[in-house]
């Protein structure tokens, strides 16, 4: 795979239906199949699960927050110790998000100039500051796979007035990113903002992909916006990605939410949700969410959700699940974390078949009637 | 194997080091190899474990809490599901206790009669109460292999009179416990209690051994006396226990003790504190205890303890170790949990090779000497 000017394709297209796409992503720790479901590592650790359990789940690649990394342990640290793939045990790609959206929901404790921006740790009230530069530094001392660029992320509502300086701004730290990424194993991909309007979304879009990057992403969902207005404009924003590049949609959702993204032309997604709402007794079927905790599944000996077969699935019963929720055991937040990362991945492998195979309409349907009901 | 009477035999010793004893125990779901440390699965599950991390440590039987199984989820519940070994998957031996201990400790809210022991649930306020006979209906209910008899178990201090008079209780109440046994796949063993004076103890193990049991335990003890007056008190008593019968010290306790019981006769341990210190940080290791967040390990690259062979130390560093205990993650309390129960069952393995092979006294000697300087 090469183009026109010598430079590495990463990514390709494999099979397209309308918009929806089945493609395969290429990195330094290893090819990603996509849609694909990234799974949440915020400190080093997707929460509850080892490195086998995620593989065992059909987990390709793991998310690790810059912001986080930084403040503990420090990312000189973990690259004394090898990097973050030697640090948790984990050989499958990694990406890394570039600190902003975490920096920017610290309000109140952040100023925030053309340069960077200054924060006080949430952990102990120690001075920070993170710059487009800094944020390339962390990235790499963490030996990811795919760093993004560092982006101003505003919250929901903001006027058109924000946005549009948010936008240009964003696309200066862009540029800074670009200039700081040295190096050659990482793959840097832009971030396109713009808030729940289509013009300001086009703007930015052009703005972000007028950069040439191995991969683009979405930012600015997931921040209090009603849903409704994201699946609104997904359709009209993600087709416009470029059609050669993977393209992520940052921190979203529920399996309702990346179908919709997929059938719109999303690759990518990342989430805390299957893993926090697990630890919260909140699980996916294939037949809508449970509620593990209701007296319903008191003495029902039946596995949590007969089409599964993960390890929870193989060997406990909702009796079980539900006793282990209620007694606050740690097991309880193990098996349900498994349950429902092993429920995405699956989700993600279906969905792929489905573009593979021409049934993507079906699949799509189906899955969104079932989920609607309790999702 | 069979008795003069046609009784099953259940226990043999294979061979003996002084008072140290290597057996082998027949239960219904298989051989317990003998010294053994049974895990703690208080409420159906050892904290943080799945049943086949437990069986990769090296775990050969679990021991349930008859108390809390009983609050919740209740041992009907429990039984409908198929028993213990099936709700909580797991296959091989299990040993409940009989709810004394945890009775007992709910100073205040329990009032003692000849019947038995009438006492308010910590969880609600409920009211429960628990008889010999009860105790038993519960441990068949649940399907474990080896029930204990229901005792009363004194804490520490207790005068002269106390001790008799609780010692008197406990044998009426073991004579009721084995007219109320009908569940011939289950072994019930006797209690013997007598505090931590040698003639109270010798009168409890004359009285509690005149009933004819598969096995006699030694209660009483971890309830708050200085530990070295058990450690006096066990070379005195454990080898007058019956030599054809297996020997369990309950609710001890660090691989010192451990060890110092082994080499006094006892065949069979149980105690929370490997699970429970290594959710709090703390470490066993061949070189002594761990407190693994101390700063000496921040950047420290090598495994927890280069003698032990777990998934912890084959997988991870102390730097990591370290960086998981501070920022409160469950995989913390894994990793730790796995590398404490691996090493207890390491400690229990290497005892039974060394009375096998005669090099108990150095086996002893040495690892008393190691772990003294922490421990």
């Known amino acids: 795979m090469s183009e026109a000017k010598g430079v590495q394709k990463h990514f390709e297209v494999l099979k397209t239906h309308n918009n929806a796409r089945r493609g395969r992503l290429q ?54 110790m090898g990097g973050l793939h030697q640090f948790m045990n984990w050989n499958k790609p990694i990406l890394t998000d570039s600190g902003g959206f975490q920096v920017f929901s610290l309000s109140g404790l952040r100023t925030l100039t053309e340069e960077g921006v200054e924060f006080r740790s949430h952990l102990d009230g120690a001075k920070y500051f993170i710059s487009p530069e800094k944020s390339m530094e962390i990235q790499m001392d963490l030996g990811s796979d795919i760093i993004m660029a560092f982006d101003e992320c505003l919250q929901y509502p903001a006027t058109d007035e924000q946005i549009q300086k948010s936008m240009d701004l964003t696309y200066r730290w862009l540029l800074r990113s670009k200039a700081a990424m040295t190096r050659k194993e990482s793959l840097l991909f832009g971030i396109v903002q713009g808030g729940l309007d289509l013009k300001h979304r086009m703007k930015s879009l052009e703005q972000v992909t007028s950069v040439e990057l191995p991969g683009y992403a979405l930012g600015g969902f997931s921040v209090g916006e009603p849903i409704h207005l994201m699946h609104e404009l997904l359709p009209h924003v993600a087709p416009l990605m470029p059609a050669d590049k993977p393209r992520y949609l940052m921190g979203v959702g ?24 697990a630890r919260n007794g909140t699980l996916y079927t294939w037949q809508g969410k449970v509620s593990i905790k209701r007296n319903e599944y008191k003495e029902d000996p039946s596995p949590l959700d007969p089409e599964c077969d993960c390890y929870t699935c193989r060997n406990y019963s909702r009796a079980y699940l539900r006793h282990l929720f209620l007694s606050g055991e740690i097991l309880g937040s193990r098996l349900n974390s498994i349950h429902n990362i092993y429920f995405y991945m699956k989700l993600m492998e279906r969905s792929r078949a489905a573009i593979e195979n021409g049934t993507w309409d079906e699949f799509f349907l189906s899955c969104i009637q079932k989920f609607s009901k309790k999702d």
Chains 1, 2 share one sequence.
């Open 254 to 277: 529920t399996p309702t939410d990346l179908l919709i993204a997929i059938n719109s032309g999303v690759d990518m997604f990342d989430c805390v949700m299957p893993t926090r709402v």
């Open 27 to 80: 990195t330094a720790h290893g090819v990603i199949q996509t849609p694909v479901f990234m799974a949440v590592g915020t400190k080093a650790t997707v929460k509850a699960m080892t490195p086998e359990e995620l593989v065992e789940c059909g987990t390709q690649v793991v998310l690790g927050n810059t912001y986080h990394l930084h403040l503990r342990p420090g990312e000189k640290l973990i690259k004394k």
